[in-house]
């Protein structure tokens, strides 16, 4: 190897070495190893590093376009509450982390065999997140699984992941190994299956003990505002006749149901057996992240009839706190006597007031100075009263535009469209996304600033980063001295050479990308098996496998990077439960591979 691989494969060393320490976010950790190679690259000989186009070519790569592509088909799924009606009675209330896990890893799996990873995990993040937040179940316990069983799923038939179609794709290339036809859909299932139970468990037992149980900084009791909210059980909805327990009401993470409102009776303090009746009152006292979770319930309506006389239509609203002023001309009358609507084009859907639990409907509570108000406008309001002496305070609150339930089954229709397009071959997985995508805008399923907002662009630049890097990796020499020599250390045991070609394959594919660690091995592979005069069948599949086992670095594959902000995770998460994963997979697949397909 000359000098441009060794310079590779130490700003490779000291990249990983600044995620471990945490120096810096992954994209501008891995951004800085991309520049240093292209500072490089400018003072070798041409053609020794991969050129300026060549370097930046991960960035208009399908892989980053098809991640941020499918975070709008995302947006489109959670704005309409798409996804959560369809998988939530699957994932049902568990008590526990480990319940939570093993009730999320067969739906995972069963998708990710017959889809690309990429959009099972793009379409069950926002499911996952909000489903944490009702179990109260840290999300960092459930997102690393998440993404290893999609890859895990990937592995069990053919066309679950790229990286087996594209090792397939060099068999049918290759004359001397006698396979035109390629091979078959479920080949690979018998091995992707034992490694897929095997992980399972693994996940199941070390999870408690190996992966962190991060917290946000402050948790919804440590809240001082605790608003007083309302809210009225849809009589055509789904939570009519159902128990406070089965409709989700009895455990939201700081919001408690203190009385329910029915006719002219009170049911104060509502055990969780108490069966919900159409038209109740429900009267709720928490935390502003819980009263959003509550707005986004299918079958609860907002207590007060002020928000549906509001001007701007549903999809343009969001919701805003803002703290009463003593000059506030409302301050001494209730909010129906002051015409808060009418004033100011908002809605007041609960009122914070030190803490206290404050009796009657929202209407009736007379405003004093202090109070925090929730208030359902459109955004012009943050405009309008920033800067007005009736408020001391008016701030946006997040991911707080209503849920656009009657859109929700068109939503699904265009998920399923696109999983069945894409199923049987008709398109390709990124412009099949785009159509969804498009879709999703065009029917108001999500709006075009919503799609904006959604795309998670660190993300994105980390994958297109790393693409150049392992460019670089390849261009240089660096990955094939590193392969030859490793396999070149085994024995003329076929076993030894079959562990070697997996050692390598999982090593490239956490520092390069999954089907350029399958490219570049196989050939070298391949040449192993005939020298020994051995079936190189063994060896195709656990390519397969190694080349889709990432499980040490967030950075080798794109459900594991996709995953690494929402959880919360750091470098070494990944090191801690993905490295003795890696090695009892690959423990696994060189024992098997030969005993279902003999040297």
């Known amino acids: 190897m000359g000098w441009e691989a060794w310079v590779t494969l130490a700003t490779v060393g000291l990249m990983i070495y600044a995620l471990i320490r945490d120096f810096a976010p992954a994209d501008l950790v891995l951004l800085g190893g991309l520049t240093v190679v292209m500072t490089a690259g400018a003072f070798a000989t041409p053609g020794s590093f991969p050129s300026v186009s060549e370097a930046v070519a991960g960035f208009g790569n399908k892989g980053p376009v098809t991640v941020g592509v499918l975070y709008v088909v995302t947006a489109g799924l959670r704005h309409t509450g798409a996804m959560s009606m369809l998988v939530e009675p699957l994932l049902g209330r568990p008590r526990t982390a480990t319940g939570a896990q093993a009730r999320l890893m067969g739906p995972v799996l069963v998708l990710s065999a017959f889809l690309n990873n990429t959009p099972v995990v793009a ?69 992707g299956v034992t490694v897929t139970v095997v992980g399972m468990l693994y996940i199941l037992v070390a999870s408690p003990w190996l992966l962190p149980n991060r917290v946000p900084a402050i948790s919804t009791t440590d809240d001082p505002r605790r608003y007083s909210v309302e809210a009225i059980v849809d009589p055509t909805g789904p939570l009519v006749g159902q128990t406070i327990e089965k409709a989700g009401l009895r455990h939201l993470p700081g919001l408690y149901l203190i009385e329910i409102g029915r006719g002219d009776d009170v049911i104060a303090a509502p055990g969780p057996e108490q069966r919900l009746q159409a038209g109740d009152r429900l009267v709720f006292v928490g935390v502003v992240d819980s009263i959003i979770d509550l707005k986004k319930m299918r079958g609860l309506l907002a207590a007060t009839d002020q928000v549906f006389k509001l001007d701007a239509p549903p999809t343009k609203r969001t919701l805003i706190e803002a703290v009463v002023s003593d000059s506030c001309p409302l301050v001494g009358k209730t909010i129906r006597d002051g015409r808060f609507r009418t004033v100011y084009n908002a809605a007041v859907i609960a009122v914070a007031r030190n803490g206290q639990r404050l009796p009657g409907k929202i209407g009736d509570i007379v405003l004093r100075a202090g109070d925090t108000l929730l208030v359902e406008a459109d955004a012009s309001f943050l405009d309008k009263q920033r800067h007005s002496r009736d408020f001391f305070l008016v701030s946006r609150v997040e991911d707080s535009a209503p849920i656009r339930h009657h859109l929700s089954w068109l939503a699904l229709g265009t998920l399923a469209a696109m999983v069945i397009v894409v199923t049987a071959g008709w398109l390709s997985i990124l412009p099949a996304a785009m159509l969804a995508a498009g879709l999703m805008i065009l029917t108001r399923c999500c709006s075009g600033n919503e799609a904006r907002r959604s795309i998670d662009w660190s993300v994105l630049l980390s994958i297109g980063a790393a693409l150049g890097i392992g460019k670089a990796l390849e261009t240089t020499g660096a990955a094939h001295g590193i392969a030859t020599r490793l396999i070149g250390l085994a024995t003329a045991q076929p076993w030894l050479v079959l562990l070697m070609v997996y050692l390598v394959t999982s090593i490239f594919t956490e520092l390069i990308t999954n089907n350029a660690a399958a490219v570049l091995v196989f050939p070298i592979a391949k040449a192993a098996a005939l020298g ?58 060189v024992t098997l591979a030969p005993l279902i397909w003999p040297f």
């Open 123 to 191: 379409m069950f993040m926002p499911v996952v997140s909000d489903w944490c937040k009702k179990i109260r179940v840290s999300p960092s316990k459930l997102f690393i699984p998440l993404s290893y069983m999609a890859i895990f799923g990937g592995v069990c038939t053919l066309i679950g992941t790229s990286t087996n179609l594209v090792v397939n794709g060099l068999v049918q290339a290759d004359p001397s190994l006698n396979m035109p036809q390629g091979l078959g859909m479920f080949d690979i299932t018998v091995l």
């Open 532 to 589: 020994l005069n051995v079936s190189f069948l063994p060896f195709i599949f656990s390519i397969m496998v190694g080349a889709s086992a990432s499980f040490s670095t967030p950075i080798g594959y794109q459900t594991n990077l996709m995953v690494y902000g929402p959880g919360g995770y750091r470098f070494t998460d990944y090191l801690r439960i993905g490295l003795p994963l890696n090695l009892l997979t690959m423990a696994v697949t």
